[in-house]
């Protein structure tokens, strides 16, 4: 077979571009070395927004088209991306009021928001904003934006472009590209360790901060004009620092902004950092000076201080961002380019930088690109689609859930308050038609049932036990070992 379409990398703007040339009728295959999100993907901040600050570089068609995407992503996928409300408090000695005043005017209205609330002002002394803050901080604003779970937008991505006819391979490595009776050859490493064949017409290189790497794998060493930068960005999680949905946006003295964002009901993530990095991507860690960075932030701001012995958890992730030559890592754009060439009359499409939030809007725009370039010629269709499990009636999942648990008695609410947020209607995928506990099998423990395990490895393309931990949930926080092994077991008894 000859595919229309190859796809290397399986993080977000990889399994975008495959899904949406899959429902356009395009014949995919996409590649993933490692797991889906297994990089830069499920290491994000886990925020679909403008990003205010990138207002004081100009960016103005940057923000204004992620503001756009914020919503759209919210009606595709309610179930996993949800409204947040953010407390900025003013900092006398940072920048001005008034600056900050307009920098949100702005934000309001630059995207054509409708779902979401305006910013407005709010008083810090003496109300549940301010509670836990150091009591220098008196006033602030507040403005709307989105939380998603990174890794699962992946995920559902992929079961999507999987539903609509592409063959989506993890554990499946890129070895080298070639050209052969004016196709591109392909030579994999599949997840049996055998080595594979596969032919296309057209290659979209979506591998992240792999991107020019991937171009060296051409016999004749293909060159691109872009380069990309990898910028480091850090997140500390540790046990909740206050109550309450809504998140922090706090202001540094190097005029960098740290969030601290509530975290799987339990703890509060924070982050991020910018760190220019260059060893290889998947060893990217959370330096000791990153850590204290963001504890000394935080200590700045709250009046309880944090340790690093409250770390319970952080991780790493690296932004294949455009090189644009600026020295200062804050200020290299976050918007990206997609650059395609001509390989011995063979196209191949690289994608540089990109944001979580740009995601579906750079897909569409690369494979209008792709079907121009193979003469296959069909409208965008994902901007008013739903993602897998999205389809709930709406975008308040609240409720649904109680819908849900009003139909439901034998699962206990919590249970089934967790799955509606990981896996929306698809749910009922897991849960089938009986209405007994015994019909989700073994019971592993602390609320963990079989049909779970089985749905992730049916539809998920869960192979191992880290791709159910820390990408397709994150149990892996709070799980005891005794169940987590009980897992591992089930899954090698496999």
């Not at 602030?140 to 991505?157: E, K, P, T």
């Not at 809007?361 to 690369?366: N, Q, T, V, W």
Request: hydrophobic share 35%; aromatic share 10%.
């Amino acid at each position: 077979m000859i595919y229309d379409l190859f796809v290397i990398g399986g993080g977000i703007n990889g399994v975008g571009i495959a899904r949406d040339a899959a429902g356009r009728g395009l014949s995919v295959y996409l590649a993933e070395q490692y797991d889906l999100a297994s990089g830069t993907s499920s290491a994000s901040t886990k925020l679909i927004h403008g990003g205010l600050r990138y207002l004081e570089n100009y960016e103005f068609k940057l923000v204004r088209d992620a503001l756009i995407e914020r919503e759209i992503l919210l009606k595709s996928a309610p179930h996993i991306i949800s409204p947040m409300d953010f407390i900025l408090p003013h900092h006398k000695d940072l920048r001005p009021y008034w600056l900050i005043r307009l920098g949100l005017f702005i934000y309001d209205n630059l995207g054509g928001r409708e779902i979401l609330k305006k910013s407005k002002s709010v008083k810090l002394k003496n109300t549940e904003f301010g509670k836990e803050l150091d009591s220098s901080f008196t006033k602030g604003f507040m403005y709307s934006d989105c939380w998603a779970d990174d890794a699962r937008l992946v995920v559902l991505n992929a079961m999507d472009a999987r539903d609509k006819g592409a063959s989506v391979n993890t554990k499946t490595k890129c070895l080298s590209l070639e050209h052969e009776d004016g196709k591109w050859k392909v030579t994999v490493l599949n997840k049996n360790n055998e080595q594979e064949i596969i032919y296309a017409k057209m290659i979209a290189n979506a591998s992240g901060p792999w991107v020019d790497n991937v171009i060296s794998k051409t016999k004749d060493k293909l060159n691109s004009r872009y380069k990309i930068k990898m910028v480091k960005g850090s997140h500390i999680i540790v046990p909740k620092l206050y109550e309450g949905d809504f998140a922090y946006i706090f202001q540094n003295r190097d005029n960098r902004i740290v969030f601290t964002i509530p975290y799987e009901g339990k703890f509060t993530a924070i982050g991020t950092t910018d760190v220019e990095y260059t060893g290889d991507p998947i060893d990217a860690k959370t330096s000791e000076d990153e850590k204290f960075y963001l504890i000394a932030l935080v200590n700045e701001y709250f009046k309880k201080d944090i340790k690093k012995s409250d770390i319970i958890w952080d991780y790493s992730g690296i932004r294949p961002l455009v090189n644009d030559g600026n020295s200062n890592i804050s200020e290299v754009t976050r918007d990206y380019v997609l650059d395609c060439k001509s390989y011995h009359n063979l196209p191949i499409l690289s994608v540089y930088g990109g944001k979580l939030t740009s995601y579906r809007h750079l897909s569409e725009e690369a494979v209008d690109i792709i079907s121009k370039q193979l003469n296959v010629i069909k409208p965008s269709w994902t901007k008013t689609a739903k993602l897998p499990g999205g389809n709930i009636g709406g975008v308040n999942i609240n409720i649904y859930i109680k819908s849900l648990c009003q139909q439901i008695h034998w699962i206990d609410k919590e249970i089934l308050s967790r799955y509606v947020r990981l896996y929306g209607t698809k749910v009922k995928d897991i849960i089938g038609k009986e209405r007994s506990i015994n019909a989700l099998g073994t019971h592993f423990g602390e609320g963990i049932y079989q049909a779970e395990i089985d749905y992730l490895i049916s539809q998920e393309f869960v192979l191992e036990l880290d791709d159910i931990l820390w990408r397709r949930t994150k149990l892996g926080l709070y799980l005891s070992e005794e169940t987590i092994k009980n897992i591992d077991d089930y899954l090698r008894g496999m």
